[in-house]
């Protein structure tokens, strides 16, 4: 368990704030190509077939510092959306009526000042709005009328919550987080979410270590017991989500001895099933800067969409199409493809 | 021959103890499966059991292997140090009960 609060690799001034040197890092482990693996498990590239899911990231200001952050979020950090790029947000729902979730992500994305215009820009047209939310947010002063507004507007809630105990919890995302985290999910179940009742509270466990996560089904099952029976709590379903080794969890294992291990872990554990399925097929995924990302890894990774396909919201908008587009892969992609898969819905070859 | 009888490398090997007699290993696994799937407890509820016995029966390959087991379920460390403790009260109790056995004798043989 760790006492003081981490601050992120950018403000450490640490080697691996560097996307370059994370993907030089994994380089550095021998793990084989991503997509000479797909090849020899006879796949194509991965290839997006459609934009259901519209995944927003609008920052990485956070009033908290996970250890396993793929963002390196935190408080010190000023990437904010703009207004105008917000704008192009809504205004690419508006022209693509195909894309029926707008998923909202950060950092902690409430804190942004364009996240409530986007959800209720979006929603006016009709999408089914989610916000990945860290919990504590909702406790801030500034937000205390943030589970009203939510609720008002019937967005989805994903909530991480690595563990249904406070020492798992607070070893990922800081003393005391466990505790912050109860109360919010308490404000949430009053407020009527997590109940059956159309207002859908998701939980999401990540691994607390360098391990692949157990079972989903299984884990939901002992999350749904023990935060019923000692803390009262009910939540819809939870998701399993694989841990990335990129930014602050590859520093983790980096720093611990567990980085060649790990990458041995996610390679061996290759799924083809869970290749078949992974998000990126499916999402298209937004920079605070409006540049376009096959994936929010992808995103931090600054690998931006290639292969003829638009990278701005600008370039999208004048386009008109972004489909179909091969994917940019390295060999993070592997953290989405070992054992049952790993995505923002969870496990996805259960 | 190994210097050590233990060899954490020995632990991915553990499959080639069906090369002889492939039949009874494919019935140890399908039984093994089994008994790990979900069921009336949870994976993580099994994992921990699994984490006491490997204690008691003292077998680091186990120990090695439900550690990471656990963790993976969702367990923390408290909870698996409680299942050891577990492992550890049976088996001093274990050897404590057999003391009324010497007191049998004792009262028997003795004066």
Known sequence: ?350 | MAETYYCPHDLPRFGEMGKERPELWAKFLDYYNAVFADGALTAREKALIALGVAHAVQCPYCIDAYTQASLQNGADREQMTEAVHVACAIRGGASLVHGVQMRNVAEKVGM
């Not at chain 1, 006016?124 to 989610?130: F, Q, S, T, Y």
């Not at chain 1, 099933?273 to 376009?292: K, P």
Request: hydrophobic content about 40%; overall charge neutral; charged content about 25%.
């Open chain 1, 1 to 350: 368990m760790r006492s003081l609060p981490l601050l992120s690799l950018q403000a450490r001034g640490h080697e691996l704030a560097s996307p370059a040197a994370q993907l030089r890092a994994l380089a550095r482990t021998g793990t084989p190509s991503f997509d000479e693996v797909l090849e020899r498990h006879g796949r194509p590239p991965l290839e997006a077939r459609a934009i259901e899911v519209l995944q927003v990231n609008v920052g990485k200001l956070c009033n908290q510092t996970c250890a396993h952050c793929h963002v390196d979020a935190g408080p010190d950090r000023r990437e904010v959306m703009s207004r105008e790029t917000a704008e192009q947000v809504v205004e690419l729902l508006r022209r693509h009526p195909e894309i029926l979730t707008l998923d909202l992500t950060g950092g902690a994305p409430e804190l942004n000042a364009q996240f409530r215009h986007l959800v209720d820009e979006a929603s006016a047209l009709g999408r089914h709005v989610i916000d990945r939310c860290n919990l504590s947010v909702l406790l801030l002063p500034s937000q205390r009328d943030l589970v009203g507004f939510l609720r008002d507007r019937r967005v989805e809630i994903t909530a991480s919550l690595p563990s249904f105990r406070a020492a798992g919890t607070d070893a990922q995302r800081g003393d005391g987080v466990f505790a912050k985290s109860r109360e919010a999910l308490r404000l949430l179940n009053e407020a009527g979410y997590g109940r059956g009742e159309g207002l859908v509270l998701n939980l999401v466990h990540n691994p607390v270590g360098a391990f692949l996560p157990g079972d989903q089904s299984s884990l939901e099952r002992d999350y749904r017991r023990e935060l019923q029976l000692r803390h009262g709590i009910v939540f819809d379903r939870l998701y399993t989500i694989t841990n990335m080794p990129i930014s602050r969890f590859l520093e983790h294992v980096e720093r611990t001895g567990n980085l060649h291990r790990y990458m041995e872990l996610l390679v061996s554990a290759f799924n083809p099933r869970a290749a078949d399925g992974v998000m990126c097929r499916t999402y298209l995924s937004v920079g605070w800067d409006g540049t376009l990302y096959d994936c929010d890894f992808n995103q931090m990774l600054e690998m931006p969409t290639n292969h003829g396909a638009p990278q701005t919201l600008s370039a999208l908008l004048a386009a008109g199409r972004a489909l179909p587009r091969r994917v940019v892969t390295d060999r993070h992609c592997f953290g989405c493809t070992a054992g049952a898969g790993s995505s923002c819905g969870g496990a996805v070859a259960e």
